[in-house]
């Protein structure tokens, strides 16, 4: 006989798909802002002259998802002009309530001003999300009341969500290096990192800070990288600040630290009291900003012969002039570098991926009336220099194709490197908390000029050890080019690296390292697919249980299918697809036989108990049970959600997923009969009730009615002399959602208000 789901929405099941991408580089995004005010220019113009706060939109539409009362201002230095029509903006969507598109709050929109090709920002972002964490980056037509306003390029807002997305925390010092109400000719006040005394004064017009605290912090980087460098990989995630400088200087991006004005990244203070640069603001990139503060580039020529260490000896530079003063930085620094110059432009990829996004946006360019440049510049710009005002754009190809050839006939690019090969453990799988030996094949090293870099963990920083051929570290013979050396497998992944050097450069494995690593997999027990599975989720909670802390946050049910209890040991849960090792499970969980176990996903790791690192998107996402190995237990995609309601697997634990009233802790099968159709013989109403609830019946006789809460605790009872209609007092009942039995078999969900 069929099951029938009790509560009306509950019919729904997941009829739309997953929500576009906000940053699918291979989608054109949709925005379209209204304001009430036919002004709204000059409102947003008036904003930006003083006191550059948001005003409020009526609305503003993403890909067709609608948030009403959201915060829009215009943003940039360089690219806003009051007098034209095309400016740049910043949209906030949680300004006045608590709102946001796939997690995303913040939308920074560019209007392409300086570059005819409409591909310099996305691009470089793509290049540099290889080697470094960085913006997404990608197109968007946007609107305001009806009228396109143009192609915008829309990156990612380097926020506390970014950090914390790639960082693991947001409270930390925080700055946008950047000089108070933007750079300029006449200005001296510059983010160089130049160390101006202990007094924040000092430092406040070339920072800006992003979080509550961090100025002794900043003061304290300046002066550990102007006085003591030899300690400056305590408090500066150095490799980072390496590939930064190499991306920077390869791809003439001068509008940045290596440039005049010295600004355009942002640094966060890790958990390990290291500062990590993000960089920020590619739209003048490949040499359309030609002012080093030291050297004129005029032309496309010098552009592409401009020298790779480019203030090295310069003290107004002192990122650059310090760290490429040690001899080991200066070879890590060349390893970057050829690596950046081989993987995109010897090879030619980043050609082929600028014709690509050309061909993806050509059509919106040409419906583009607002741009800056003319429609026949936007095809030529890839290979022809443009020129106008002072902002000269060569041709992205022609550039690096010349500064390639250039860059491949200097000393420091024809050196003999290292070679690195047969990098690997001596055991596959190592048992946890054993040591494990590390062995690569290097040749053209110096003697005690090999290391392996490891760490248990992403968001600690890489120790390092000398690796040896000595015959003693499981590395074969001594003096047969094959070093190695030993980590403890204190976790139960490790991820490693190996770098070698010679007199003139360095040379990694994998050649991305450290953002790119090896990992290495202890042997530990793990759960069978299918034995564990996410069985119910709720997106948006905002009435139906609390946690024990008293808050309506996210939840995921899972549920025991087998007939022995589960260790979760070692096991993870997440969001994302490319990092499936988001969130662990704290040791000790076990779960009974045919049994639930209920996780918050509220990203609230300071309450005890069991909170995950992330939340779920009311639009719809997935989530994902693994090992750190790559094994996947259980992984569960869904659309659009409604507030308050279940996505549930009906047959509980099987079957497939559903939306309906929520069954918290407990099986799915809680608001389904199988008796016979309820609707037919029970009417209850109104519902949602605000005190009185009544319940009717012309076919069944009533005698017995119970009022539950979803965690199953019974909370009113009244029994009735086989009556046809029953009135329950509700008054004594919070706000929320419950269960209402009726003579111990026909369960209804209510709702009170």
């Given at each position: 006989?069929?099951?029938?789901?009790?509560?009306?929405?509950?019919?729904?099941?997941?009829?739309?798909?997953?929500?576009?991408?906000?940053?699918?580089?291979?989608?054109?995004?949709?925005?379209?802002?209204?304001?009430?005010?036919?002004?709204?220019?000059?409102?947003?113009?008036?904003?930006?002259?003083?006191?550059?706060?948001?005003?409020?939109?009526?609305?503003?539409?993403?890909?067709?998802?609608?948030?009403?009362?959201?915060?829009?201002?215009?943003?940039?230095?360089?690219?806003?002009?009051?007098?034209?029509?095309?400016?740049?903006?910043?949209?906030?969507?949680?300004?006045?309530?608590?709102?946001?598109?796939?997690?995303?709050?913040?939308?920074?929109?560019?209007?392409?001003?300086?570059?005819?090709?409409?591909?310099?920002?996305?691009?470089?972002?793509?290049?540099?999300?290889?080697?470094?964490?960085?913006?997404?980056?990608?197109?968007?037509?946007?609107?305001?009341?009806?009228?396109?306003?143009?192609?915008?390029?829309?990156?990612?807002?380097?926020?506390?969500?970014?950090?914390?997305?790639?960082?693991?925390?947001?409270?930390?010092?925080?700055?946008?290096?950047?000089?108070?109400?933007?750079?300029?000719?006449?200005?001296?006040?510059?983010?160089?990192?130049?160390?101006?005394?202990t007094n924040a004064a000092s430092y406040a017009t070339s920072y800006e800070m992003n979080s509550l605290t961090g100025w002794d912090d900043l003061i304290n980087l300046t002066?550990?990288?102007?006085?003591?460098?030899?300690?400056?990989?305590?408090?500066?995630?150095?490799?980072?600040?390496?590939?930064?400088?190499?991306?920077?200087?390869?791809?003439?991006?001068?509008?940045?630290?290596?440039?005049?004005?010295?600004?355009?990244?942002?640094?966060?203070?890790?958990?390990?009291?290291?500062?990590?640069?993000?960089?920020?603001?590619?739209?003048?990139?490949?040499?359309?900003?030609?002012?080093?503060?030291?050297?004129?580039?005029?032309?496309?020529?010098?552009?592409?012969?401009?020298?790779?260490?480019?203030?090295?000896?310069?003290?107004?530079?002192?990122?650059?002039?310090?760290?490429?003063?040690?001899?080991?930085?200066?070879?890590?620094?060349?390893?970057?570098?050829?690596?950046?110059?081989?993987?995109?432009?010897?090879?030619?990829?980043?050609?082929?991926?600028?014709?690509?996004?050309?061909?993806?946006?050509?059509?919106?360019?040409?419906?583009?009336?607002?741009?800056?440049?003319?429609?026949?510049?936007?095809?030529?710009?890839?290979?022809?220099?443009?020129?106008?005002?002072?902002?000269?754009?060569?041709?992205?190809?022609?550039?690096?194709?010349?500064?390639?050839?250039?860059?491949?006939?200097?000393?420091?690019?024809?050196?003999?490197?290292?070679?690195?090969?047969?990098?690997?453990?001596?055991?596959?799988?190592?048992?946890?908390?054993?040591?494990?030996?590390?062995?690569?094949?290097?040749?053209?090293?110096?003697?005690?000029?090999?290391?392996?870099?490891?760490?248990?963990?992403?968001?600690?920083?890489?120790?390092?050890?000398?690796?040896?051929?000595?015959?003693?570290?499981?590395?074969?013979?001594?003096?047969?080019?094959?070093?190695?050396?030993?980590?403890?497998?204190?976790?139960?992944?490790?991820?490693?690296?190996?770098?070698?050097?010679?007199?003139?450069?360095?040379?990694?494995?994998?050649?991305?390292?450290?953002?790119?690593?090896?990992?290495?997999?202890?042997?530990?027990?793990?759960?069978?697919?299918?034995?564990?599975?996410?069985?119910?989720?709720?997106?948006?909670?905002?009435?139906?249980?609390?946690?024990?802390?008293?808050?309506?946050?996210?939840?995921?049910?899972?549920?025991?299918?087998?007939?022995?209890?589960?260790?979760?040991?070692?096991?993870?849960?997440?969001?994302?697809?490319?990092?499936?090792?988001?969130?662990?499970?704290?040791?000790?969980?076990?779960?009974?036989?045919?049994?639930?176990?209920?996780?918050?996903?509220?990203?609230?790791?300071?309450?005890?108990?069991?909170?995950?690192?992330?939340?779920?998107?009311?639009?719809?996402?997935?989530?994902?049970?693994?090992?750190?190995?790559?094994?996947?237990?259980?992984?569960?995609?869904?659309?659009?959600?409604?507030?308050?309601?279940?996505?549930?697997?009906?047959?509980?634990?099987?079957?497939?997923?559903?939306?309906?009233?929520?069954?918290?802790?407990?099986?799915?099968?809680?608001?389904?009969?199988?008796?016979?159709?309820?609707?037919?013989?029970?009417?209850?109403?109104?519902?949602?009730?605000?005190?009185?609830?009544?319940?009717?019946?012309?076919?069944?006789?009533?005698?017995?009615?119970?009022?539950?809460?979803?965690?199953?605790?019974?909370?009113?009872?009244?029994?009735?002399?086989?009556?046809?209609?029953?009135?329950?007092?509700?008054?004594?009942?919070?706000?929320?959602?419950?269960?209402?039995?009726?003579?111990?078999?026909?369960?209804?969900?209510?709702?009170?208000?």
């Amino acid at each position: 006989m069929k099951k029938i789901v009790l509560f009306a929405l509950g019919l729904f099941f997941c009829l739309a798909g997953k929500a576009q991408s906000l940053y699918d580089e291979n989608t054109i995004q949709d925005i379209r802002i209204v304001f009430a005010e036919s002004n709204w220019d000059a409102l947003l113009d008036a904003q930006a002259a003083t006191t550059e706060d948001y005003i409020p939109a009526v609305s503003v539409t993403i890909n067709g998802t609608t948030f009403y009362n959201v915060g829009v201002k215009y943003k940039g230095n360089s690219t806003y002009n009051p007098n034209q029509t095309k400016n740049p903006f910043h949209i906030e969507l949680d300004t006045y309530v608590n709102q946001d598109y796939q997690g995303y709050t913040d939308i920074k929109l560019s209007n392409v001003a300086k570059d005819p090709s409409f591909v310099r920002e996305v691009l470089s972002y793509s290049i540099l999300r290889q080697y470094m964490h960085a913006p997404l980056s990608n197109y968007a037509n946007v609107y305001v009341n009806g009228n396109l306003m143009g192609l915008y390029v829309s990156s990612e807002s380097i926020s506390k969500k970014f950090v914390d997305k790639h960082f693991n925390s947001n409270t930390n010092a925080f700055f946008k290096c950047n000089p108070i109400g933007g750079a300029g000719p006449g200005g001296n006040s510059f983010p160089n990192l130049a160390y101006l005394g202990t007094n924040a004064a000092s430092y406040a017009t070339s920072y800006e800070m992003n979080s509550l605290t961090g100025w002794d912090d900043l003061i304290n980087l300046t002066n550990t990288l102007s006085n003591n460098v030899a300690n400056i990989e305590t408090i500066l995630d150095v490799d980072r600040a390496l590939w930064m400088l190499a991306f920077d200087n390869a791809l003439v991006n001068l509008d940045s630290y290596l440039g005049t004005f010295k600004q355009n990244y942002y640094l966060y203070k890790d958990n390990n009291g290291r500062f990590n640069p993000v960089v920020w603001d590619l739209n003048m990139s490949f040499g359309v900003f030609s002012q080093t503060g030291t050297i004129a580039l005029n032309t496309t020529t010098l552009k592409k012969q401009m020298t790779h260490l480019l203030h090295n000896s310069d003290a107004a530079w002192p990122l650059v002039q310090k760290l490429l003063g040690v001899p080991k930085y200066k070879r890590m620094y060349l390893a970057h570098f050829s690596t950046i110059m081989n993987e995109n432009f010897a090879s030619g990829t980043f050609a082929t991926q600028a014709q690509s996004l050309q061909s993806l946006v050509s059509s919106a360019v040409q419906s583009d009336v607002n741009k800056f440049y003319t429609f026949a510049q936007f095809q030529s710009n890839l290979t022809t220099d443009v020129t106008g005002g002072m902002d000269n754009a060569p041709g992205i190809v022609s550039l690096m194709n010349g500064r390639n050839t250039y860059l491949a006939g200097l000393a420091d690019f024809t050196a003999v490197k290292p070679s690195i090969s047969e990098v690997g453990p001596e055991l596959a799988i190592p048992l946890l908390n054993t040591d494990a030996f590390i062995h690569a094949t290097v040749t053209n090293t110096n003697t005690n000029a090999v290391y392996l870099g490891y760490r248990a963990s992403i968001e600690l920083p890489f120790t390092k050890v000398l690796m040896y051929d000595d015959g003693v570290h499981q590395d074969g013979a001594a003096g047969d080019n094959v070093y190695g050396a030993a980590m403890n497998m204190s976790n139960i992944y490790m991820q490693y690296y190996i770098y070698a050097e010679n007199n003139n450069v360095g040379k990694f494995s994998p050649e991305r390292a450290e953002h790119e690593f090896y990992t290495l997999h202890a042997g530990y027990p793990t759960i069978n697919p299918g034995d564990l599975v996410i069985n119910e989720l709720m997106a948006q909670n905002t009435a139906t249980v609390t946690d024990p802390f008293g808050d309506y946050a996210d939840w995921i049910e899972l549920y025991n299918t087998t007939n022995t209890t589960l260790s979760l040991d070692n096991l993870f849960m997440s969001d994302s697809n490319t990092n499936l090792i988001k969130w662990r499970f704290p040791d000790g969980i076990t779960l009974a036989p045919h049994s639930y176990l209920i996780v918050w996903a509220d990203q609230d790791l300071t309450q005890e108990g069991i909170h995950a690192d992330f939340k779920l998107s009311l639009t719809g996402e997935s989530v994902y049970l693994s090992y750190a190995n790559g094994t996947m237990i259980e992984s569960v995609d869904y659309g659009i959600q409604t507030a308050d309601m279940g996505y549930a697997r009906i047959p509980n634990g099987t079957g497939n997923f559903v939306i309906q009233g929520p069954t918290f802790n407990a099986n799915n099968e809680a608001l389904s009969t199988s008796s016979q159709d309820w609707a037919s013989r029970v009417k209850i109403y109104p519902n949602p009730a605000s005190r009185n609830l009544t319940i009717s019946s012309n076919l069944l006789n009533i005698n017995l009615v119970s009022v539950y809460n979803l965690q199953g605790q019974r909370l009113l009872e009244q029994t009735a002399e086989t009556q046809s209609s029953v009135e329950l007092d509700l008054q004594s009942l919070a706000k929320g959602i419950y269960l209402v039995e009726i003579n111990k078999s026909i369960k209804i969900k209510i709702i009170k208000n």
